[in-house]
């Protein structure tokens, strides 16, 4: 075998995975991650993708995005899933060596479950996560 960064990785449990969230269609009115961060046209996704936190940054996984501008990072230990009875495995490709999946995706729940343990990253050009909520101003 030869040792070049495309190799499939063993992923541990304790991994962060990185999932990039669309700031539209990805957070509910009060910034929390919704659960059609873990779907695919309204249905469960049942290959999500994933980046693999320790082959890259949070910044060249946002950085895959078509609009990184348009983009927030998550992250959510890959022994999550997997308790979910999900798979999770590396799944490399040429322009981005930590792309992984998670894998078997069947349930709304499951989708729900995914977006209440991941966790809004902050990144150097995004300093915090967004809130949608629009804010009351009194008087005029």
Known sequence: MSSDSHNTQEIQDSDLLYRRLAIIGHFTPD??????AFKLNGKPDPAISVDLGRLTTQEKSLNQAKNPSAIKIGAVKAGFPRSLHLEVAHDPQPENPSH????????????????????VLATPTQPFPPILKKESHSGS
Do not use: P
């Open 100 to 119: 992984s999946l998670i894998k078997g995706n069947k349930t709304r729940e499951n989708c729900r479950l995914l977006a209440e343990q991941t966790e």
């Open 31 to 36: 910034g929390k991650v919704s659960s059609n």
